[in-house]
């Protein structure tokens, strides 16, 4: 089955700096990739949607100079959190769309394992 | 805005019962249901997926269940175990353009199945 990964999968970083989240797809090209946040106990919140070679499109209340999303390739996006807070300790997720072919079910996204991030 | 709900939020049974995990949405213009588990610190897994034009689907011990009129879904998991404690949440991929297919979860259903 389709196999998404991201790197690392915890991280501590200290306020003020910045920290880059890898999210890969293993076995599939992935046109689109989306970024979600989760924080305790809540659901997953999208942040933005990343689509290969273009820029991202994030939601309503996201910071774009905050969290800047690169998708360089079919296979690779990251998201890098500048200028840490506190605040933005959270798990993030990232999940990818394979790029639609005759056999697969449109849209469906595989998602990654998290990103534990903590910030102090 | 689509919204969705889950409930109970919480949900503790002995090994062997049979329960069911509901989900309901306020939109019913939607492209597909999609129910995944989630373990502690963990990404999420999917469990099924139901196409708009489908009842249900079933996987092993799981079946889900939609009835996309009423914007409801339900996850019935027959002779739980310990193993299937986790948190599952249901989500929704809309169809309207504005919301670009995305999906919308829901809060989740957090189960412990004692042993």
């Not at chain 1, 939601?59 to 959190?81: C, M, P």
């Amino acid at each position: 089955g389709a196999v998404v990964s991201q790197h690392p999968s915890w991280v501590i970083c200290k306020s003020g700096t910045s920290v880059k989240i890898e999210c890969r797809s293993l076995d599939f090209q992935a046109t689109t990739m989306f970024w979600y946040r989760q924080f305790p106990k809540q659901s997953l919140m999208l942040m933005a949607t990343s689509n290969e070679g273009s820029k991202a499109t994030y939601e309503q209340g996201v910071e774009k100079d905050k969290f800047l999303i690169n998708h360089a390739s079919l296979t690779l996006s990251t998201l890098t959190v500048t200028s840490a807070h506190p605040e933005d300790s959270s798990f993030y997720i990232c999940s990818a769309r394979e790029t639609w072919t005759s056999g697969s079910i449109p849209y469906e996204q595989y998602f990654g394992p998290g990103t534990r991030l903590t910030v102090t | 805005k689509q919204e969705v709900t889950q409930i109970p939020a919480a949900l503790s049974v002995p090994e062997g019962e049979n329960l069911v995990l509901n989900c309901s949405f306020t939109d019913s213009a939607i492209y597909n249901l999609q129910w995944f588990r989630q373990d502690p610190g963990k990404g999420l897994t999917s469990l099924l997926l139901i196409q708009s034009s489908q009842r249900e689907q079933t996987s092993g011990r799981l079946n889900a269940s939609l009835d996309k009129s009423s914007g409801r879904s339900t996850l019935y998991i027959a002779a739980s175990q310990p193993g299937d404690s986790a948190t599952y949440l249901c989500a929704v991929r809309m169809t309207a353009m504005e919301y670009g297919n995305k999906l919308v979860f829901g809060a989740g259903t957090i189960l412990r199945v004692k042993s």
